[in-house]
């Protein structure tokens, strides 16, 4: 399936591994260039650099604190210095704690927004006016399960996670007259270090985790990230304010 992203510009936010990576690695197979933000400094170089390889000057890797409002205004000057434009923002990056709501402070609560909402929401505030003025755009930006169940012992997940869909939803409105097209993905279930620790090591609060959705068995990253390139090519052109669950079926609702 010819996608057309060829020159297409992506920036990815925690594109050093899992996910993220899988998806630049998508879009430099289809053509597009990539542009990799994640926060250690070390991971990114490596994972630019194994990109580069075969992709040349296609890929950028930029460091970048995401809760740091002049880290995002980099990433966005960086990018366009380098390539020109921006079409595509895959806001995948995130540093979401674990933790009840009643043993959280004023202070953690805040911090928790920081990690993930702020840092989605900054950079589509940042790279809109580019897409704007061409009329072409497409934002994916990651959710999870924890949107739709929500937790006391997972407060920060779950409410980062239902307002990134808020968002979604409400932008996928008000820039469809610009041809910018923003849908939501859940992934769940997904291989992960974190996934993998989480099946293998229990604590009094934590036992091990165990795969219960209908396939049977945990997801690839590569099973989400083409789900990714096609909602960002051309292909996708009349989906827009959707949230695609992507969990092997264990989400119990329609």
Do not use: H
Request: net charge neutral.
């Amino acid at each position: 399936m010819k996608l057309g992203l060829d020159g297409k510009v992506a920036i990815i936010t925690g594109a050093s591994r899992g996910i993220g990576f899988a998806c630049a690695n998508e879009f430099l197979e289809e053509g597009a260039k990539v542009v990799l933000v994640s926060q250690d400094a070390g991971r990114n170089v490596a994972a630019a650099k194994s990109l580069a390889a075969t992709a040349g000057d296609r890929v950028l890797g930029i460091a970048a604190d995401l809760a740091d409002r002049a880290a995002m205004d980099d990433v966005v000057a960086r990018t366009l210095k380098t390539f020109g434009r921006i079409d595509i923002l895959v806001n995948c990056g995130a540093a979401v704690i674990d933790d009840d709501f009643f043993n959280l402070s004023d202070d953690g609560f805040d911090a928790l927004f920081e990690n993930k909402l702020n840092g989605t929401a900054g950079l589509i505030r940042r790279v809109v006016p580019n897409m704007r003025e061409r009329k072409w755009g497409r934002i994916i930006n990651f959710s999870g399960g924890a949107a739709r169940t929500p937790k006391s012992a997972r407060i920060g997940v779950g409410l980062n996670n239902a307002a990134v869909l808020t968002l979604t939803k409400a932008l996928a409105t008000e820039l469809a007259k610009d041809n910018i097209l923003v849908n939501a993905i859940l992934p769940q279930g997904i291989a992960s270090e974190r996934l993998a620790q989480a099946m293998t090591t229990a604590t009094a609060d934590a036992p091990v985790r165990k795969v219960t959705n209908p396939l049977g068995r945990a997801g690839t990253s590569e099973e989400v990230s083409g789900l990714i390139a096609f909602l960002a090519s051309e292909r996708a052109s009349f989906i827009t304010g959707a949230a695609f669950t992507v969990d092997g079926g264990a989400y119990p609702s329609i």
